[in-house]
């Protein structure tokens, strides 16, 4: 099992950044996918961006050129760097992991973009 604890929720301003992580209890080296997913209110849960164990990424249309996920693995976690704000991002954003047997899932924490 994976466990997954978020961090960086906040609230800002439209045009400001943020910066998410999320801490895995394991190694992220026996990881096969890492992702950020985001639910806003009245909506359906959405991907945001992912990263494969190899590296390679992939972005959401309205997180591409604003939005960069990244590993560190001296702290076994996966970070999502939010740049250039919007009211529209406004969600729990929620940090994601696939091994070899499941996909598991953090708490989610909060971020709200005021305009």
């Known amino acids: 099992q994976v466990q997954l604890v978020e961090s960086g929720g906040d609230v800002v301003q439209a045009g400001g950044s943020l910066r998410l992580s999320c801490a895995a209890s394991?190694?992220?080296?026996?990881?096969?996918?890492m992702a950020w997913y985001r639910q806003a209110p009245g909506k359906q849960r959405e991907l945001v961006a992912q990263?494969?164990?190899?590296?390679?990424?992939m972005y959401a249309v309205f997180a591409k050129g604003r939005f960069t996920i990244s590993r560190d693995g001296a702290k076994n976690a996966v970070d999502l760097q939010m740049n250039s704000l919007k009211p529209d991002d406004t969600a729990v954003y929620y940090c994601?992991?696939?091994?070899?047997?499941?996909?598991?899932w953090g708490q989610g924490t909060q971020v709200t973009v005021s305009s």
């Open positions: 994601s992991v696939t091994d070899s047997s499941a996909r598991y």
């Open positions: 394991r190694s992220i080296s026996t990881i096969n996918s």
């Open positions: 990263m494969t164990r190899s590296g390679g990424t």
